[in-house]
T-cell receptor
Framework: DAKTTQPNSMESNEEEPVHLPCNHS???????IHWYRQLPSQGPEYVIH???SNVNNRMASLAIAEDRKSSTLILHRATLRDAAVYYC??????????FGTGTRLKVLA | DADVTQTPRNRITKTGKRIMLECSQT?????MYWYRQDPGLGLRLIYY???????NKGEISDGYSVSRQAQAKFSLSLESAIPNQTALYFC????????????FGPGTRLTVL
């Protein structure tokens, strides 16, 4: 199963954009890229997913590199409620979500 | 009401005891999962079920068993709990495609003394 690499932690000021990077150099052609986040004392929740093209939804945007070896989750205006651990996960036709340790995002007021 | 519920939310037990954690979902999904999370780490898959008659081991199934009583219910059992099974346990459910979102429950914090 392909693995992902993320920074352990990042900080952002409130109301500013946040770019959370993820490296997945061993990604295969059929792997989807998923992002979930885990707020304190909660289960993970879905943020966004994509295959090749950049994706936008009401929560965030996902920018996928042309070679698909990396991706970036973009929160356009961070709020205090966005403080969480963000997980970048690959899936390829199976049930398997391989969670790494994620990036702990701290949002400063 | 929550789509995925877990009971109990917290449990303290002693080494050697049998423990059952229960999960129910109202999403109407066929797929259900049990994960374990240790402090500072991501989630690891214990067992998963694609439907009532299809149950499979995940990456860390030793010491655990499961039962899929109905489409909506998936239970995790620790036959003889040991201290290193102290962790946060999450149940999740999803549709039938690997791109379908997984919906997670609120978790059960289990402490084995």
């Amino acid at each position: 199963d392909a693995k992902t690499t993320q920074p352990n932690s990042m900080e952002s000021n409130e109301e500013e954009p946040v770019h959370l990077p993820c490296n997945h150099s061993t990604i295969s052609g059929t792997d989807y890229i998923h992002w979930y986040r885990q707020l304190p004392s909660q289960g993970p929740e879905y943020v966004i997913h994509g295959l090749t093209s950049n994706v936008n939804n009401r929560m965030a945007s996902l920018a996928i590199a042309e070679d698909r070896k990396s991706s970036t989750l973009i929160l356009h205006r961070a709020t205090l409620r966005d403080a969480a651990v963000y997980y970048c996960i690959l899936s390829s036709g199976t049930y398997k979500y391989i969670f790494g340790t994620g990036t702990r995002l701290k949002v400063l007021a | 009401d929550a789509d995925v519920t877990q009971t109990p939310r917290n449990r303290i037990t002693k080494t050697g005891k049998r423990i059952m954690l229960e999960c129910s979902q109202t999403k109407g999904h066929d797929r259900m999962y049990w994960y374990r999370q240790d402090p500072g780490l991501g989630l690891r898959l214990i067992y998963y079920s694609f439907d009532v008659k299809d149950i499979n081991k995940g990456e860390i199934s030793d010491g655990y068993s499961v039962s899929r009583q109905a489409q909506a219910k998936f239970s995790l059992s620790l036959e003889s709990a040991i201290p290193n099974q102290t962790a946060l346990y999450f149940c999740a459910t999803s549709g039938g495609r690997h791109t379908d979102t997984q919906y997670f429950g609120p978790g059960t914090r289990l402490t084995v003394l």
